[in-house]
């Protein structure tokens, strides 16, 4: 009963704010409530603000004792929703797949797959010396194990 007032709640603010979209929803079992959502643009903490009141202001106190805590998908979590993968155009991502590992820049996102893009130095078909060579991979969301965004400072 109250997992599913809050779900309406939650399902309410984010059909408001429809840039925003879930990533983790949970409710232990001392009623604390955990949402961790994403934006398209990102996350403000004045978003998360909106998807607290909305939930935290919709239900009776003296009627249910819970504590809430929303927050943004971290900048370090994997990519867990298609959405996140749009947001992320041209950074370099790591993602592991059953077979191999790929660190490359996330050039296109469609409805079914990814595609990176990287540079090696291969040696010359001809000659001595290396030549710089552009590589790309197209992965299936379904072929990937984990892909998070490499941050670089």
Request: hydrophobic share 40%; net charge neutral.
């Amino acid at each position: 009963m109250f997992k599913n007032t809050v779900t309406e709640l939650l399902n309410t603010a984010l059909i408001e704010r429809p840039d925003l979209f879930l990533i983790d929803f949970s409710i232990g079992t001392d009623n604390h409530i955990k949402v961790v959502i994403d934006g398209d643009k990102g996350v403000l903490v004045e978003d998360c603000m909106f998807v607290s009141r909305a939930i935290e202001h919709n239900i009776d106190r003296e009627e249910h004792d819970f504590s809430l805590e929303v927050m943004s998908a971290g900048a370090t979590a994997p990519l867990v929703n298609k959405r996140q993968y749009k947001k992320n155009i041209n950074r370099v991502l790591k993602v592991r797949t059953a077979s191999e590992k790929i660190e490359g820049t996330l050039t296109e996102v469609s409805d079914k797959e990814i595609t990176l893009g990287w540079k090696v130095r291969e040696p010359k078909p001809v000659g001595k010396g290396k030549i710089t060579v552009k590589k790309e991979a197209k992965i299936a969301y379904q072929d990937i194990v984990e892909a998070k965004v490499m941050i670089k400072f």
